[in-house]
């Protein structure tokens, strides 16, 4: 059974209750013959501290996705996995009334949805403990939602996306009898693809021996 903070922290407070008791027999006492005890205790100590400091692998997040640093190919990959998240669960299952078909070309909220959809991933692993849905339910997806993507947000991204507001300078304007909550508005593919082609090629990998 793997050995959890709270299990460590009572430790750590064990110790710290040993040692004291150990300080306190010295007073005005040789210290030469406990020294090393002490010692001993105290590096037991630390040790414990920079475990707690730490958290348990399993509960690290791999490395956000990074747009800037990628190639052609690794942005393709991006793209891909990026639509696909957003069409089979963000929209449906919970954007779909948040949502303005012109999503894609705002890179600020690509950026957000990218590690939106990473800690989404994460946090349904088959192992993943039942915090990390959670912590996305209650804390990552309202932040988008009320922060970034709804349109109803005064300065959001998607603000000034839709059918036309009377006072509102217009982005990108949805006519009427369009739906302005639909996923795409058919420039998508055209979007992705004059992206990737703007990416850098990926470098070739050097020969040994050259």
């Known amino acids: 059974m793997a050995i959890t903070p709270e299990k460590m922290l009572t430790g750590l407070v064990g110790d710290v209750a040993v040692l ?3 300080v306190k027999e010295l007073e005005g006492k040789d210290p030469s013959s406990s020294i090393t005890g002490i010692h ?4 037991d ?5 920079a475990k707690l400091e730490e958290k ?3 509960e690290q997040a791999p490395p956000t996705p990074n ?3 990628a190639d052609q190919e690794r942005a393709r990959e991006l793209w891909d996995w990026l639509i696909k998240w957003c069409r089979e669960t963000l929209y449906p299952m919970y954007a779909s009334e948040h949502w303005r078909p012109c999503w894609y070309e705002h890179p600020q909220l690509r950026i957000q949805l990218t590690w939106l959809a990473h800690f989404h991933d994460w946090a ?3 192992k993943a403990p039942p915090t990390r849905a959670a912590e996305w339910h209650a804390r990552w997806w309202p932040f988008i939602r009320d922060n970034i993507l709804s349109p109803t947000v005064l300065n959001s991204e998607l603000f000034r996306c839709g059918h036309k507001v009377t006072d509102r300078k217009m982005l990108h304007e949805v006519p009427i009898g369009a739906d302005e909550a639909a996923f795409e508005d058919g420039g998508l593919d055209d979007y992705v693809k004059e992206f990737v082609e703007r990416r850098p090629k ?3 990998k050097e020969k040994k021996g050259d």
């Open 40 to 43: 001993e205790a105290l590096a």
């Open 56 to 58: 348990a692998p399993e």
């Open 202 to 204: 990926k470098e070739p």
């Open 124 to 126: 349904y692993e088959p």
């Open 20 to 22: 004291d008791n150990r």
């Open 45 to 49: 100590i630390m040790e414990k501290i």
């Open 67 to 69: 747009w800037a640093t």
